[in-house]
T-cell receptor, first 114, second 113 residues
Framework: ETGVTQTPRHLVMGMTNKKSLKCEQH?????MYWYKQSAKKPLELMFV???????ENNSVPSRFSPECPNSSHLFLHLHTLQPEDSALYLC?????????????FGEGSRLTVL | DQQVKQNSPSLSVQEGRISILNCDYT??????FLWYKKYPAEGPTFLIS?????DKNEDGRFTVFLNKSAKHLSLHIVPSQPGDSAVYFC????????????FGTGTKLQVIP
C-alpha cells in the first residue's frame, strides 16, 4: 500500500458509543495530523504529532482523544460525541523538515453522530 | 478570525478558457502558500505551492501568483479542462519547526464542456 489510508471510510454512531478512527501512512513521514471538515467551513486543524509527540491541540474537546503509537499510525478515539461533531475527519502526514507545508491526505472518514 | 479567506464559494468557466481562483490572507508570518484540489469522496491533494520570497510559480497549466503587499494570491488554470472541476483550497503555512497549515473554505470550480 502507498500513501495515507483511513478506516473506516464511513461511521455512524450514537451519542453514547465509543469508536475509533484509524490512519496509516506509508510515506516515511514523521508528522501526522487530524483535520475536521464541516460543511462550508475551512478545514480545521485538530491535532499534530511530530515524531510521535503531540505538538498541537487546537482547543479540541476532550471527547476526541488522539493516539500516535508510532510515526506511521494515528488514531482518533471518539466517545460521547454530539450531533454537531458529524463531519469528515481527514488524516494527513508530512515531512517535518525541510517543509513547505505540503500535506498528504487520506480519503477521510465520514462520521455521522445520531 | 479566518486567516485565509476564499470569498468566492463557486466559479463556472468554459472549457479552454482561463480559471482564476483568488485567496486573501491576514497573517504576515505565513511563508508558504499552497493550493489543494479536492474531488468528492477523496482527500485533498496538493497542487502547487509558492514561497513568500517569490511572486510567481508555474507548473504546466497551473500558475500561482503572490502579491505580498496586498496579502493576496491567485491560482490560474489555463486552459481549463472538465477534469479540473473540483473544490480548490487555498492554504498557508508558518513553517517554524513544525507545520500548522491554515486552510480557506474552498472554491468549487466547474468547467463546462
Amino acid at each position: 500500500e502507498t500513501g495515507v489510508t483511513q478506516t473506516p471510510r464511513h461511521l455512524v454512531m450514537g451519542m453514547t458509543n465509543k469508536k475509533s478512527l484509524k490512519c496509516e501512512q506509508h510515506l516515511g513521514h514523521n508528522a501526522m495530523y487530524w483535520y475536521k471538515q464541516s460543511a462550508k467551513k475551512p478545514l480545521e486543524l485538530m491535532f499534530v504529532y511530530n515524531f510521535k509527540e503531540q505538538t498541537e491541540n487546537n482547543s479540541v474537546p476532550s471527547r476526541f482523544s488522539p493516539e500516535c503509537p508510532n510515526s506511521s499510525h494515528l488514531f482518533l478515539h471518539l466517545h460521547t460525541l454530539q450531533p454537531e461533531d458529524s463531519a469528515l475527519y481527514l488524516c494527513a502526514s508530512s515531512q517535518v523538515w525541510p517543509s513547505n507545508g505540503e500535506l498528504f491526505f487520506g480519503e477521510g472518514s465520514r462520521l455521522t453522530v445520531l | 478570525d479566518q486567516q485565509v479567506k476564499q470569498n468566492s464559494p463557486s466559479l463556472s468557466v468554459q472549457e479552454g478558457r482561463i480559471s482564476i481562483l483568488n485567496c486573501d490572507y491576514t497573517n504576515s508570518m505565513f511563508d508558504y502558500f499552497l493550493w489543494y484540489k479536492k474531488y468528492p469522496a477523496e482527500g485533498p491533494t496538493f497542487l502547487i505551492s509558492i514561497s513568500s520570497i517569490k511572486d510567481k510559480n508555474e507548473d504546466g497549466r497551473f500558475t500561482v501568483f503572490l502579491n505580498k503587499s496586498a496579502k493576496h494570491l491567485s491560482l490560474h488554470i489555463v486552459p481549463s479542462q472538465p477534469g479540473d472541476s473540483a473544490v480548490y483550497f487555498c492554504a498557508a503555512s508558518d513553517s517554524g519547526g513544525y507545520q500548522k497549515v491554515t486552510f480557506g473554505t474552498g472554491t468549487k470550480l466547474q468547467v463546462i464542456p
